[in-house]
Structure formats: C-alpha cells, structure tokens
C-alpha cells in the first residue's frame, strides 16, 4: 500500500475540484486560462486537508520506529562485596504497526514544497493579477498589464512592508546572516503573517456566526424572517444595480452615436459594446450614418483614457447586475421553500406540496430521497436534501 493512498487521494481530489468547478461555471464560457488556475488553486486547497491526515499518521509511524531503536544505557553499579560491572541495559521495544496509508520516506517533503510554493505563487501574482486583468478597461493587452499592477500596487505593498521589516530586523541584527535560505524563509514568514493578521480578524465572527446561523437553521419561523430582510436588503441593491446598468448604457449609447465607424477609435467602442447584455446590444444597434465628415464636423470626440474608464464601469456595472440578479433568484427560491416548509407543518395531507413546482428535470435525489412524503414527515430532511440538489 506504500504510496497507493496518497495517488488515490490525489485523483479523488482532483475529480471533486473538477467536479466543483463545473457545477458552479460553465465551462464554454470561461477562458481556459481562467479555467485552470481556479481549478488548480480549489485541487491544492482540497489536497491540504485530504493528506493532512495521511502525514499525520506517517509522522507517528516513523516517530514511533525511531523512539524504538536499541538504546545502550551504560552503568557502571559498584556493590560492597565486589566490584563488578553491569552489562549495558537494553530498553523493551514498543511494537510499531505500519499503517494502511503510510507514505515512503522522501516524497512528503516534495510534495508539500511543490503544494507551498504554487499556493504561493497564486495567492500573490497570479489570481489577484487575473482579476484586476478581468476587470481593467484596457482595449490592448500592455495596458491591461498596466492596469492590473497599479490595482494590486496597495495588495503587494502590504507584503512587501512585513518583508522589508523582517529584512531589516536580520539585517541589524549580528546573529543573523542573509543567505538565500535566510532570504526564502523570511519570504514566508512575511505570508504567514499577512495571512495570521486576515485570519485573526475574521475568525473571531466565523467562530460565533457560523454556529449560530447552525443552529438557528432548525427554526424556520426565524429563518423566514431572515429571509424576508435579506430579500428587502437585496431588492435595494438589486434595483440600484439595474440604474447603475442603465445609467452607464446610456454613456454607452451616447458615445456609439458620436464616434462613426471611420475613427480610429471605433475598434474600442465595438469592445465595449461587445460587453453589453444582450438586450442592450440590440437596443443600441449600430451606427450606419455618414463615412466621411467626421472630422469637419468639429464635435468634441471622447479620449481613449475616458473610453478605458468607460469600458471599466461597463464590466463592472454588469458583473454587478448579473450577481444580484442571481443572487434574488436564489432567494427567492430559499423564501418560497420556506415558505411551502411553514404551510405543510400545519396541512393535514401527509405529502409535501409545492407552491411553485419546478420546471427542472428532477434528479436522482428528488426521485428517491427528496420525495413528497418523506418532505412532509420531516422539514429539517427536507431542508437538507434541498441544499444538496
């Protein structure tokens, strides 16, 4: 079994990261780009709790073989009759048992500097600089590179100012000597640090709310209440998402009909009008007018610096839009199911009726486990098989 736990983990995890990420994107639409650093950062996040437990007990093992090792305990006993000396003492050993998922010597040690440093490498250049790239303005390539390094100057600054600390305390300091061994292991404590420091902050709400929202989650009348504020609050945002989207369409428009398709900055309108809903586009249209005489005209024409800004409030204001719009579905799903839970505790049927039946194809679970019957006989099961569909 030597290594056969740590391959087979490997491949369990790497399905259910796959598997993840298809559930909650589609791939045809991403950027295979973006489709692998996301699938690679969720594989190691997973990986490092997967064969947490498989070092744990490799570590017993071989900690448990070494303490096991004959010792020679000299001792020289001198007795009144005669001076004689006893034989080294030899301790009893303690028996070992090799466990199922023991791990050979020498590939641990490989295997956590490469999980390390690729976390590393995307925690801190790779996914930040991505999403300042995703959401820059830009129309070339050179200045969404520009872009997203001025967006994540504040991020880096944060770890380079632990970095330069500690740099600066060894530096000083005349027990210690810079080398590059010196050099990487200040590099990580600088991360731990940053991310000690977040951890900190936030871990004091996690440690109250999470068990909390556990175990309010039994009482639905509160829940439902909850859900009913959380619907108010998101209608708001909902609907200033959709004014947002409006207000910055209509920039959108206005400079469509001032820039023909004869200025050199038409490539970047088309950009941007590519980036537009769908439903927007085809009220925009194109602009067929005039080829020629844009320049005699004398009408102010937008710079290419205020079309990268308005290229950027366009992703952003549809992000935006789209995420609240999804997020109100979502809610609206949760506050109808709370809703039908609340009116068959007290129906005298003994089957689970829905107020607004799905239009989905039922899968495996609704067919077996998620039936009308067994909703009706507990609300927490039903719950509970709702959240897995």
């Known amino acids: 079994m030597s290594g056969v736990a740590l391959a087979l983990e490997v491949v369990v995890v790497f399905f259910l990261a796959l598997f993840l990420l298809h559930r909650y994107g589609d791939f045809r639409k991403q950027h295979r780009m973006v489709l692998f650093a996301t699938l690679l950062a969720w594989f190691l996040c997973f990986l490092i709790v997967f064969i947490l437990p498989l070092d744990v007990s490799t570590t017993i093992y071989n900690q448990c073989k070494i303490d096991n090792q004959v010792h020679l305990v000299p001792s020289n006993s001198n007795d009144n009759s005669s001076n004689t000396s006893v034989l080294p003492t030899q301790r009893i050993p303690k028996t070992c048992y090799k466990p199922w998922s023991y791990i050979p010597d020498g590939i641990l040690p490989v295997f956590w500097r490469v999980v390390y440093w690729t976390s590393q490498f995307l925690t801190w250049l790779l996914i930040p600089f991505m999403q300042s790239y995703a959401r820059s303005g830009g129309f070339s390539i050179s200045g969404k590179i520009k872009t997203a390094l001025i967006e994540n100057a504040i991020y880096y600054g944060t770890y380079l100012l632990i970095f330069c600390s500690l740099l600066i305390y060894v530096a000083v300091s005349p027990q210690w000597h810079l080398t590059w061994y010196g050099l990487r292991t200040i590099g990580i404590t600088a991360a731990n640090t940053w991310g000690l420091f977040l951890l900190v902050l936030l871990l004091g709400y996690g440690l ?119 997020q109100w579905q979502i809610l609206l799903d949760e506050a109808f199911h709370l809703e039908d839970v609340a009116k068959n505790e007290t129906s005298p049927a003994h089957q689970f009726v829905h107020s607004f039946p799905s239009t989905e194809t039922p899968g495996w679970i609704s067919k077996y486990l998620y039936t009308p019957t067994m909703g009706e006989k507990s609300p927490q099961y039903n719950t509970f098989l709702l959240s897995l569909q």
């Open 208 to 326: 109250v709310e999470i068990p909390r929202s556990c175990w309010r989650a039994s009482c639905h009348g509160h829940l439902l209440a909850k859900t009913y504020f959380k619907a108010a609050k998101l209608m708001t945002e909902k609907a200033d998402a959709e004014e947002n989207l409006e207000d910055v369409m209509e920039d959108v428009k206005t400079v469509n009909e001032t820039i023909k398709y004869n200025h050199p900055l038409r490539k970047c309108i088309d950009t941007i009008l590519r980036k537009c809903p769908v439903e927007y586009q085809e009220k925009l249209g194109r602009n067929m007018d005039d080829y020629e005489d844009f320049d005699d005209k004398g009408n102010p024409y937008p710079s290419k610096k205020s079309l990268v800004k308005l290229h950027k409030q366009v992703i952003y204001a549809v992000q935006r839009h789209n995420r609240t719009k999804v």
